[in-house]
């Protein structure tokens, strides 16, 4: 049984970090795309920062995320983390662990189809106020 468990959420004035961190169990395979979603107030959700583990690395970022915010993973915990710089108000929200089903790839250009994703945690809300 795959398990996804967020972590790391707080409330934090613009311009602070925070680490999310999303220990993962379960997964088949060692390669895997797993990552991060958010939901914005009142907004659909969206994918934010998506990692492939496998024999390589490759990871993937929203525009409006790059530069700011690091997508990581720790093989001795099991765990991936999600590293976020200079927060802004607009990045308020739940963020949500995810990962598609064990050995798939994150297929480049679609690696923020939320429906292609099959495994979900229960969120970790982020709040930033000005």
């Known amino acids: 049984q795959v398990q996804l468990t967020e972590s790391g959420g707080a409330s934090v004035q613009a311009g602070g970090s925070l680490r999310l961190s999303c220990a993962a169990s379960?997964?088949?395979?060692?390669?895997?795309?797993i990552g991060w979603f958010r939901r914005r107030p009142d907004e659909d959700r969206e994918g934010v920062a998506m990692?492939?583990?496998?024999?390589?690395?490759?990871?993937y970022y929203a525009d409006s995320i790059k530069g700011r915010f690091t997508i990581s993973q720790d093989n001795a915990e099991n765990a991936i983390h999600l590293q976020m710089n200079n927060l802004e108000p607009n990045d308020t929200a739940m963020y949500y662990c995810a990962a598609r089903r064990s050995g798939y790839n994150c297929y480049g250009a679609a690696w923020s189809r939320e429906d292609d994703y099959i495994y979900w945690g229960h969120g970790t809300q982020v709040t930033v106020s000005s």
């Open positions: 379960g997964l088949a395979y060692p390669k895997n795309c």
């Open positions: 990692m492939f583990t496998g024999t390589y690395i490759k990871t």
